[in-house]
C-alpha cells in the first residue's frame, strides 16, 4: 500500500483496516440485515431535495396537483429503498475455490450466487474492494449464477482474498445497498517467471554414472541431438521440431549418463552481486521459468532448494510440485 499524507485518506484507511477486523473469515456468506448496509446516492440526494422544494412550494401556494406530485414521488422512492434493501438480502454467496497463478498475473476468482427467494434479482455487482472492476449479474428466482471477478498477486506464496464486496442500486438508482465479505480461502501465487532467463545449466553426471560422461560445450542440457535416418518416431522431440525447420531426437544414450538439476543454491551464487532478498527472488523466478522450459521440451529435470530435493521427472504432476516447491520457498 502506497503511504501518504492526506490525513483524511490515513484515517480512512484505519478505518476500514479496524472494520476488516471485525468480521469473520469465511468462503460462503448469507446476507441479512446484520450485514447489509444502505446510504441514498448523489441521486437519491438530489431527489430528496427536489421532493422538500416541492413541498414547500405546495404548502405556500396550496396547490393540489404539489401535493399529489410530491407523495406519488416520495412513495415511489420509499417503495424503492424495500426493493432496492431486499435485493441483497437473504441472498447467498459462496467462493470457488482458487487455482494457484504466477505472480504479477490476475488470479481468477468464481463467486457463486444463488437465491432461494421466488422473485429475480436484479443488478448485483461484485468486486474486490477498493480495486472499482465490478462483474455485474442478474439471479433468477431460486436459481444461482456465477460471477468472475479478479485481482492481481504480486507477492508469491499463500496469500489471502482480498476482501470482497457486493452491492446494487436496482430499481431507481437513488440508494446504495452493499456488503462487505472476507473469505477465509488462501491462493497459492507462484513466483514471476524471468522474462528471458539464460539457457538450462549443463546437466550432472548420474550417481555412480561414468565419470568420462559429456557434457555441453554450449552450456545448455537439452537432451537432443540432430535427426539420424532410421530414428524412431518416439525419439523425435515434436516440440522443439516445431520452432525450428529441423528435426531432433531425444539422445538416449546421454539421458542415461546426464541429469538436469535446478539448484537453487547456485543460481543464488551466481547472483551474488545483488542484495540478499533479490537475488533470492530473481533466482527463484530463474528456476519458475527454467522448469516451464524444460517441461515445454519434455525433459527430466530435478530441483534443489534449502533442505529439500525433488528428483528428477517430468509431466504436469512434477511440474505442480516443482512450482509449489518454489512458491514456499
Known sequence: MTPTRNPITRLRRRFQAWFESRM??????????????????????????????????????????????????????????????GTLTGLTMHLIAPDACFAGTSVPLGIQLNNPSKRTRYGIGLAALGSGHWSWADVGPQGSSKVHISFVANTRGLQPIPTLTAETRFPLGTFRVWTVWRPAAQVLIYPAPEPHPPPLPPGEPRTGGAPTAQRHT????????????????????????????????????QAQRLELWLDLASVEQSLRSRAAGAAREQALSRLCAWVLQAESRGLRYGMRLAGRELQPDSGPAHQKNCLQALALA
Open 24 to 85: 469473520p473469515r469465511q468462503d460462503s456468506a448469507v446476507l441479512t440485515q446484520r450485514n447489509v448496509y444502505i446510504l441514498p446516492t448523489r441521486p437519491g440526494l438530489m431527489l430528496g431535495l427536489t421532493l422538500l422544494v416541492l413541498l414547500i412550494a405546495s404548502i405556500n401556494y396550496q396547490l393540489n396537483l404539489g401535493y399529489l406530485l410530491t407523495f406519488m414521488l416520495t412513495g415511489a422512492a420509499i417503495i424503492g429503498i424495500h426493493v432496492c434493501h
Open 218 to 253: 554450449t552450456g545448455e542440457f537439452d537432451g537432443v541431438r540432430a535427426y539420424r535416418r532410421g530414428d524412431p518416431l518416439k525419439l523425435i522431440v515434436w516440440k522443439k521440431a516445431a520452432k525450428s525447420d529441423d528435426l531432433v531426437s531425444r539422445d538416449a544414450q
